[in-house]
T-cell receptor
Framework: AQTVTQSQPEMSVQEAETVTLSCTYD???????LFWYKQPPSRQMILVIR??????QNATENRFSVNFQKAAKSFSLKISDSQLGDTAMYFC?????????????FGKGTTLSVSS | DGGITQSPKYLFRKEGQNVTLSCEQN?????MYWYRQDPGQGLRLIYY???????QKGDIAEGYSVSREKKESFPLTVTSAQKNPTAFYLC????????????FGQGTRLTVV
């Protein structure tokens, strides 16, 4: 069974600084998708960035980028130039493609606080 | 506007009563999911459905039931067998099981008293 592990329950950073959130996963599949979702205090889940495992290039969306290490099964999120609006819980998620009935599996989340 | 709608936003029930949470989507998505969120636990999968009239148990299905009679709707019933039902429940949908993105509703906060 696939598992997703986020080892940092809480992190804090100052505005304009860079922060990296860690995520590791375990799977026997060769192709899959990885995601980072953001959940602000409103509790609405927002997709931040996604990565397809067969693509070697790391995904980037504006200030958000990932460091995808397939062999190490690691998928970290880097937030550059942190803003107060980045304060939220961040979830790493995995979705396989080879098995019938695969669902989106989440880690336990990292609460990020950005202060001025 | 296309989207996924959960209702109600807040729900209170007495212990021992069954309660049904609504989830409707007009995105024409095949796959739908129910998650439970507790503090420090992340999102845990309760049930999911890849097509109409078919669904599979997730990691914490005990005490819950679902139906998928229409593509647009995936209601979740929290039964009296669920030992600790007070939680935040999130419904999601995606185009297919290998979709690049899941879309989420705004959630239902269930409190059992």
């Amino acid at each position: 069974a696939q598992t997703v592990t986020q080892s940092q329950p809480e992190m804090s950073v100052q505005e304009a600084e860079t922060v990296t959130l860690s995520c590791t996963y375990d799977t026997s599949e060769s192709n899959y998708y990885l995601f980072w979702y953001k959940q602000p205090p409103s509790r609405q889940m927002i997709l931040v960035i996604r990565q397809e495992a067969y693509k070697q290039q790391n995904a980037t969306e504006n200030r958000f980028s990932v460091n995808f290490q397939k062999a190490a099964k690691s998928f970290s999120l880097k937030i550059s130039d942190s803003q107060l609006g980045d304060t939220a819980m961040y979830f790493c998620a995995f979705m396989g493609t080879n098995q019938a009935g695969t669902a989106l599996i989440f880690g336990k989340g990292t609460t990020l606080s950005v202060s001025s | 506007d296309g989207g996924i709608t959960q209702s109600p936003k807040y729900l209170f029930r007495k212990e021992g009563q069954n309660v049904t949470l609504s989830c409707e989507q007009n995105l024409n998505h095949d796959a739908m999911y129910w998650y439970r969120q507790d503090p420090g636990q992340g999102l845990r999968l309760i049930y999911y459905s890849q097509i109409v009239n078919d669904f599979q148990k997730g990691d914490i299905a005990e005490g819950y039931s679902v139906s998928r009679e229409k593509k647009e709707s995936f209601p979740l019933t929290v039964t009296s067998a669920q030992k600790n039902p007070t939680a935040f429940y999130l419904c999601a949908s995606s185009i297919s099981r290998a979709s690049t993105e899941a879309f989420f509703g705004q959630g239902t906060r269930l409190t059992v008293v």
